[in-house]
């Protein structure tokens, strides 16, 4: 069964910075594009970030452009969200998600996601 | 960038009844688009790929339609554990955008 698993989330001040981690196991983590997503208290989900399967592209949105950075170890199966600048806007819980890979429309949507990570910006 | 639109942004029905959400990209997206459910402390689950290919392991009561701009997830049959909140995301380029999302509620 694919996993994926957050952590690094806290509590820190606003300005400061927060690295999340994403372990994913139990798949090929080389072949797949990943994406970060996050869901503020009370609100919908919000797209953060993407990353192609090699690290070659990474995309992000307007919101967080800028102050985040997501990039991945393929040797670790693991993927990153690196975030600076951090504002109380950026609460939220953060998940990683894995996009289906497959030809036109059949790619792109996430199939798997992590269990969240809490990430709270307050001083 | 294109922006997705729900409605209604919540509703109430009783068991079994038919319910419709609906939802609208601003530019033509084909048939790129997919549907989640995600109920309060668990994780999103993905019900509608492709517009309207239903993932497997998801009751056959939720189907999807639509192309283009237009898209429609319907339960069939709504039951108690059914309630969540449901968002599509539309996935043809980036960003990965998702609707406002839309709660169902058992009347």
């Known amino acids: 069964q694919v996993q994926l698993v957050e952590s690094g989330g806290g509590v820190v001040q606003p300005g400061r910075s927060l690295r999340l981690s994403c372990a994913a196991s139990t798949f090929t983590f080389t072949t797949y594009t990943m994406d970060w997503v996050r869901q503020a208290p009370g609100k919908g989900l919000e797209w953060v970030a993407l990353?192609?399967?090699?690290?070659?592209?990474?995309y992000y949105a307007d919101s967080v452009k800028g102050r985040f950075t997501i990039s991945r170890d393929n040797s670790k199966n693991t993927l990153y969200l690196q975030m600076n600048s951090l504002r109380a806007e950026d609460t939220a819980v953060y998940y990683c998600?894995?996009?289906?890979?497959?030809?036109?429309?059949?790619?792109?949507?996430?199939?798997?996601w992590g269990q969240g990570t809490l990430v709270t910006v307050s001083s | 960038d294109i922006q997705m639109t729900q409605s209604p942004s919540s509703l109430s029905a009783s068991v079994g009844d038919r319910v419709t959400i609906t939802c609208r990209a601003s530019?033509?997206?084909?048939?790129?688009l997919a549907w989640y459910q995600h109920k309060p402390g668990k994780v999103p689950k993905l019900l509608i790929y492709a517009a309207s290919a239903l993932q497997s392991g998801v009751p056959s009561r939720f189907s999807g339609s639509g192309s283009g701009t237009d898209f429609t997830l319907t339960i069939r049959s709504l039951q108690p554990e059914d309630v969540a909140t449901y968002y599509c995301q539309k996935y043809n380029s980036v960003p990965r955008a998702f609707g406002q999302g839309t709660k169902v509620e058992i009347k």
């Open positions: 990353i192609s399967n090699d690290g070659g592209n990474k």
């Open positions: 998600a894995r996009e289906h890979r497959g030809e036109l429309s059949l790619e792109g949507f996430f199939d798997y």
């Open positions: 530019q033509g997206i084909s048939n790129y």
